[in-house]
């Protein structure tokens, strides 16, 4: 995909994330991904969770994807989107960086802070995707003990 | 320092984490340090702001302390020691992780969500350290811009 070619829609940002997030799965790790664009609809970051890759418990779609971006002055007019409802640390960094929009394929099968964000201002979308829905009910079935380290339950 | 000579004594957690923060200030980062210590009082993780040195915002003190601790399961027993009031990123990580401690070395120069974590039952310590309070003010009057960076304003 050209870096341009989502331009901040919804479904094309989150193509990038959720191929993130299939990738991670291949891989043998927990299938989230996620990607910051933006006001161009740029991409300026991607990532997926890398706990069992990298054996890195900080590495989660979002903090992936944020470090991917480097370092940055701003990040008001960005966009994280997310194959899944932020973790309450995910949302912590979208609060504390200031990061504008939120863009989430699923909150079915977890649900962190993505409400608190929106509370502050946020511009949360979730899109209810059925295919991030399935690759997340799918992991959790085969793997719950992953799906439980990687949210500290 | 012995690995678990700090055993749980505030003050002797803390002094990990300050020097980790100095290493920090030495190396021109951005200087707050962290630890994060087993029930036993081991040290599990350390680490520090790292930013500047490796040009990655998503490491912060607690972050790199996190990360430095590897793959765990529970947190429930464990203490994060920090120079400065974790910022909402790192308040995030607090919660999500259900990390049952937080022991602060001061909030006077910055205030993250330390007052959020305790509202959730995690048992927060603010010692009002001088030496941290002195470190940050020299810090942020030096460096406004790297800063304001670090924590998104």
Known sequence: MDDTAA????AAMLAVALEEARTGRAEGGVPVGAALFGPDGR???RGR???VQDGDPAAHGETSAFRAAGRLRGYGD???VTTLSPCWFC???VRQFGIGAVVIGEARTFQGGHEWLAGFGV???V???PECVALMRDFIAAR???WEEDIGR
């Open 7 to 10: 331009a901040l829609d919804p």
């Open 78 to 80: 960005t966009t994280m």
């Open 43 to 45: 991409l300026l970051g």
């Open 127 to 129: 899109l209810d995707d």
């Open 49 to 51: 969770n890398r706990r």
């Open 144 to 146: 719950p003990d992953l």
């Open 91 to 93: 949302s912590g960094l």
């Open 123 to 125: 511009r949360v979308t």
